[in-house]
């Protein structure tokens, strides 16, 4: 039986670069999965990431900057907030996600990939966490281990991918403030930060499974639920 393959979307950082963490490849392998690094940016057209997605069995969107505020007519006081905003790189993700879907594919979306899953569906963000008095979210120096508590409704796809696990980490400045038309929110951290969003075939989590997925296999699961579709 052929492994499913799974397309894994990144961005460039910096910018000569195009990357994401290693942890997305690491757990997609570790659940039977074929990895498949899907650039978009400048260099690759809607067109052809849509091609490659074709190719595959799952999308996985990755973590990464702020989604250009312009896709949901966001609001952004502070001219400072906004980080490595790539519109490129958001018109050929929208592109593979909307394929995806269209073909039935599952897709799971990490923390930026779970916001632009909203962003997609008509919904908005939340520009700034600390700007609306939230603090707290954005621990990168503990961004292998659980900072928060996190809460899912009972018998939603989020509960069932975080089954026994309670706190989770965080590396958000931004957040999901309306789910939009498609996706319902699930979860929700200790202060209420949106932390999952869900529809048939999608699921879209503001932790960082892949950076905890190596010393904790129950992060796993997310990556199980995408790729044994």
């Not at 973590?63 to 905003?85: C, F, H, K, R, S």
């Not at 939603?156 to 996706?183: C, F, K, M, W």
Request: negative net charge.
């Amino acid at each position: 039986m052929t492994p499913p393959l799974v397309a894994i979307l990144c961005g460039r950082s910096p910018a000569e670069r195009y990357s994401t963490h290693r942890g997305y490849i690491s757990s997609v392998v570790a659940v039977g999965g074929v990895p498949l690094l899907v650039p978009c940016g400048p260099d690759t057209e809607p067109r052809t990431v849509e091609l490659t997605v074709a190719r595959c069995d799952a999308v996985v969107a990755t973590g990464g900057g702020d989604v250009d505020p312009e896709l949901y007519a966001g609001t952004v006081e502070a001219p400072g907030v906004l980080m490595d905003v790539d519109p490129e790189r958001d018109l050929g993700e929208i592109a593979a996600v909307q394929y995806a879907l269209a073909h039935r594919k599952r897709v799971l979306g990490v923390c930026r990939g779970a916001q632009l899953l909203a962003v997609m569906g008509g919904g908005t963000l939340v520009p700034d966490l600390v700007e609306k008095g939230i603090t707290g979210h954005w621990d990168e120096e503990r961004q292998h281990e659980p900072v928060h508590a996190v809460r899912a409704e009972p018998g939603s796809l989020a509960a069932g991918v975080l089954a026994s696990v309670e706190r989770v980490n965080s590396i958000h400045h931004q957040a999901v403030a309306d789910p939009g038309q498609s996706l319902r929110v699930t979860a929700w951290s200790d202060d209420d930060v949106v932390e999952a969003v869900e529809a048939p075939g999608v699921l879209g989590v503001q932790w960082h499974p892949e950076r905890l997925s190596s010393l904790d296999p129950r992060h796993l699961a997310p990556f199980s639920w995408v790729v044994n579709a």
